[in-house]
């Protein structure tokens, strides 16, 4: 609910992804394309949530004053970040490729 709340990304993912399973109702889809879709959808959905977590973390220990002796801690709570952030970015190409792909097949065969 604080991530459905809070992150936008989020909130337009999920928006973009129901009208996604609406449109999926009305193409006929088999049962592993229907498995396909559930299963990258909500393995993004459990990414984002932990790159959700891992910011909230890592925000709260990198509030520690930026003292030299921090610089190692503070460089590697950036990275913790992009790695994060880059772990998102590939879910969510893999779900988009996924819907293009079984989307886009059954959409290019009915205008055949």
Not at 11 to 40: H, N
Not at 87 to 108: H, N, P, Q, S, Y
Request: glycine share 6%; net charge negative; aromatic share 6%.
């Amino acid at each position: 609910a604080h991530a459905l709340r809070q992150e936008k990304n989020l909130q337009l993912f999920v928006l973009c992804y129901a009208g996604v399973l609406i449109i999926a109702t009305r193409l006929e889809l088999q049962s592993w394309e229907w498995i396909a879709l559930l299963v990258s959808g909500g393995a993004f959905m459990a990414v984002e949530l932990f790159n959700t977590a891992l910011e909230r973390l890592t925000d709260a220990v990198d509030a520690l004053p930026k003292e030299e002796g921090n610089v190692a801690l503070h460089r590697s709570m950036k990275a913790t970040k992009d790695v994060s952030a880059a772990a998102a970015l590939v879910g969510f190409a893999t779900v988009v490729e996924t819907i293009l792909l079984i989307l886009g097949t059954k959409v290019m065969e009915r205008l055949q």
